[in-house]
């Protein structure tokens, strides 16, 4: 029994000098724990016995303490992950514009925009939309005529582009491929040339793909690069 006790003994003692240690290195650097929070998230609440009702402060706010870190991680986490997923897609549309400019003439941009950016930006279906006017036009896959006044029939909102979480199927804006849209982009273009109203319809079968909360820089940034380019082949190009 003695031995049982002196071991016990000696090893009680050998873990409380491992402690002191342990304060004795905290307390030497004071900025560990607001350096390496997270830890905090781990480590064990103490619980204080009180009596005649009265609050253990320490064991609270210890605890708040944890949550906090534990907010503020999932946090990160989230925006790390919101700004990898911009950058992916900020990619993706200067892949896009560097394709229309490769295009050497009308019927090859309008290739590139229709068949070709739908797998760069991973969408289903892209369409130039252009009402009736003046100007003529080939007949294309993926250029879709409209009747007068259909863009400005669009519940723009007062902008430049609409994104529908859920969008009706549209013969008129996608053609024969409508049944594959079930979230789209609408973006309006601003091309004198047309002498006609015009915009840029991106369509995805997922649901919610697009919705009002994102962000619309980059497709903004894509539609000023189709309008630019759209002009240019107008301008040299007969269409006939």
């Avoid at 903004?220 to 380019?229: D, E, P, V």
């Amino acid at each position: 029994m003695a031995k049982s006790k002196k071991g016990t003994s000696s090893k009680e003692e050998k873990t409380a000098l491992k402690e002191d240690q342990v304060r004795e290195w905290l307390n030497a650097h004071p900025d560990f724990l607001k350096e390496n929070a997270d830890l905090l998230a781990v480590a064990a609440t103490p619980k204080r016995q009180s009596g005649d009702g009265v609050v253990d402060m320490q064991s609270f706010l210890v605890e708040r303490l944890q949550n906090e870190v534990k907010r503020l991680s999932e946090q990160q986490e989230m925006f790390v992950g919101a700004a990898r997923q911009n950058q992916l897609i900020q990619n993706r549309v200067h892949h896009s514009v560097q394709a229309l400019l490769s295009a050497t003439g009308f019927a090859h941009f309008i290739h590139i925009l229709t068949q070709d950016l739908p797998e760069i930006l991973e969408v289903d279906v892209i369409t130039l939309c252009i009402e009736d006017g003046p100007i003529p036009l080939p007949e294309m896959t993926g250029l879709q005529r409209l009747k007068s006044g259909s863009v400005e029939r669009a519940n723009w909102r007062g902008g430049q582009i609409l994104m529908r979480p859920i969008a009706s199927k549209s013969k008129a804006i996608f053609g024969p491929a409508m049944d594959l849209v079930t979230s789209d982009a609408l973006i309006r273009l601003e091309v004198p040339s047309l002498h006609a109203e015009a915009m840029l319809a991106i369509g995805s079968r997922e649901e919610n793909h697009f919705h009002p909360e994102q962000g619309t820089e980059l497709l903004s940034f894509l539609a000023i690069c189709t309008q630019s380019c759209l002009q240019m082949w107008l301008e040299n190009t007969t269409l006939s």
